[in-house]
Nanobody, 119 residues
Framework: QVQLVESGGGLVQPGGSLRLSCAAS????????MNWYRQAPGKQRELVAG?????RTNYVDSVKGRFTISRDKNTVYLQMNSLNAEDTAVYYC???????????????WGQGTQVTVSS
């Protein structure tokens, strides 16, 4: 079984920073891309940032220059700076993971962590 567990969310003032972590564990053979998504109330879930196993990154325009995605083995991070109210959402990570008893990668999701930006 494979699990993704996020941490690091919370309440922060506008202009502040948070660092999210997402650790993949379990019967893992390999991990391809890992991504961060977010879903604000009443809105669709959107891709915020992604990183391939080769280290290539991509970001949604609204976070470019403020957020940085990085990865260390089976953990992916999202450093979020200059936060504003529009960043308030539940943040989810996912990963394209091949388990030890599988042949093809499948997408696994974490449970989400709340980020609230408010004064």
């Amino acid at each position: 079984q494979v699990q993704l567990v996020e941490s690091g969310g919370g309440l922060v003032q506008p202009g502040g920073s948070l660092r999210l972590s997402c650790a993949a564990s379990g019967s893992i053979a390999s991990i391809n891309a890992m991504n961060w998504y977010r879903q604000a109330p009443g809105k669709q879930r959107e891709l915020v940032a992604g990183i391939t196993n080769g280290g290539r990154t991509n970001y949604v325009d609204s976070v470019k220059g403020r957020f940085t995605i990085s990865r260390d083995k089976n953990t992916v991070y999202l450093q979020m700076n200059s936060l504003n109210a529009e960043d308030t959402a539940v943040y989810y990570c996912n990963g394209a993971i091949t388990s030890r008893n599988g042949y093809l990668p499948r997408i696994y999701w974490g449970q989400g962590t709340q980020v609230t930006v408010s004064s």
